[in-house]
């Protein structure tokens, strides 16, 4: 398998989880800006999408979306419970909660990165933001997100909360949140992403 990643984009996630789950998958780098990945391919022609993560599968078949990929890695390792079994409801209650950040949080931060968003519309989506993640906090009762277990959640979660800082958003009213953060940058598998990922020395 090969996963097509820009480092730091929300395509560390499924980085993380390939780690977690010790899966033999190659690393290709997409320049984002030029369109090109490592080794000058149209990246358009692997992804018309435009945009990381993708996944290889061995057969050619090309998985995008990472709420889909990283479910499609942690099922290759059931046994590291990285995603509940297929038809549980804890399954539908980790697919619950990767819709909630990909579509309530990833694409909130959107207009944040943009210079040319104007003042007025960034501070209502910085207030919009804020009453998603107070929500998410507030939920936080145990270590993870679906309690005392680490899941592809997680990964998207610190992936999503780490671009924070890059725009200027503030997390010390969410404790919850930063203790988050923390447990999960300080798992081996995510530090050895960051590394691999240029994100940390």
Known sequence: M?????????????????????????????DLRTGTTQDGVDFRTINDKGYVPALELPDGTVLTEGPAIVQYLADRKPETGLAPANGTI??????????????????????????????GFRARQEERIGRRLGWVAARLGGAYLMGER??????????????????GL???????????????????????ALREEGLVK
Request: glycine share 2%; hydrophobic share 45%.
């Open 150 to 167: 680490f899941t592809v959640a997680d990964a998207y979660l610190f992936v999503v909360l780490s671009w924070a800082p890059h725009v």
């Open 2 to 30: 090969k996963l097509y990643y820009a480092p730091g984009a929300c395509s560390l996630s499924p980085h993380i989880v390939i780690r977690e789950a010790d899966l033999p998958v190659q690393r290709v780098r997409v």
């Open 90 to 119: 804890d399954r539908y209650r980790l697919q619950e909660w990767l819709n909630f950040i990909s579509t309530e949080l990833h694409k909130q931060f959107g207009p944040l990165f943009d210079p040319a968003t104007e003042p």
């Open 170 to 192: 503030n997390l010390q009213p969410w404790p919850a949140l930063l203790a988050h953060q923390e447990r999960v940058r300080q798992r081996p598998a995510v530090q050895e």
